[in-house]
T-cell receptor, first 114, second 115 residues
Framework: EPEVTQTPSHQVTQMGQEVILRCVPI?????FYWYRQILGQKVEFLVS????????KSEIFDDQFSVERPDGSNFTLKIRSTKLEDSAMYFC????????????FGPGTRLTVL | AQSVAQPEDQVNVAEGNPLTVKCTYS??????LFWYVQYPNRGLQFLLK??????LVKGSYGFEAEFNKSQTSFHLKKPSALVSDSALYFC?????????????FGTGTRLQVTL
């Protein structure tokens, strides 16, 4: 069964550094998403992406964040200057369509900012 | 704004007994409702969804959920729990509008099934 994959599984970085989290969505999916889960808290929506542009974003997704689909398979989340409060599990998801379609999630990248 | 409430942090049930994990939601218009399960060190796995039609939805691993519009609820159920069902369960809602895509999740309910 096709799966969403994410790399790395764990990333440790120093405050102020840039990080790029990578995702490979399911191959025939057209809609891509990033969510995050701070330890002990709920899963929160960050951004959705379709046709090479952001279609929806949350208040969390400020200028420090950006997303890109650099090629036909990868979908990346970049945090330009990490803060301590960016420490969280970041989940990538994809869906074939937007409407009623199911979003399938990757295993997550645990980001630790020191 | 859309929201989801999962009133129980943890549900304990004995193997073989029926289980219910509660979820209520708030959204403008008709909702799309989802249940996901998270095992330790794993991502969110899709269990089932309600879009329209029959209020009783059947999903993976013997789980089902009942949509109740008047009570704005979407409780997850299973007739006979297994120890392997022990995990963290998340209810999520998405608005039924043309541009909406984000899922809004509840805080999660930890299900503990014991022998």
């Amino acid at each position: 069964e096709p799966e969403v994959t994410q790399t790395p599984s764990h990333q440790v970085t120093q405050m102020g550094q840039e990080v790029i989290l990578r995702c490979v969505p399911i191959s025939n999916h057209l809609y891509f998403y990033w969510y995050r889960q701070i330890l002990g808290q709920k899963v929160e929506f960050l951004v959705s992406f379709y046709n090479n542009e952001i279609s929806e974003k949350s208040e969390i997704f400020d200028d420090q964040f950006s997303v890109e689909r650099p090629d036909g398979s990868n979908f990346t989340l970049k945090i330009r200057s990490t803060k301590l409060e960016d420490s969280a599990m970041y989940f990538c998801a994809s869906s074939e369509k937007r409407g009623t379609d199911t979003q399938y999630f990757g295993p997550g990248t645990r980001l630790t900012v020191l | 704004a859309q929201s989801v409430a999962q009133p129980e942090d943890q549900v304990n049930v004995a193997e073989g007994n029926p289980l219910t994990v509660k979820c209520t939601y708030s959204v403008s218009g008709n909702p799309y409702l989802f249940w996901y399960v998270q095992y330790p060190n794993r991502g969110l796995q899709f269990l089932l969804k309600y879009i329209t039609g029959d209020n009783l939805v059947k999903g993976s691993y013997g789980f089902e959920a009942e949509f109740n519009k008047s009570q704005t609820s979407f409780h997850l159920k299973k007739p006979s729990a297994l120890v392997s069902d022990s995990a963290l369960y998340f209810c999520a809602v998405r608005a039924n509008t043309g541009t909406a895509s984000k899922l809004t999740f509840g805080t999660g309910t930890r299900l503990q099934v014991t022998l």
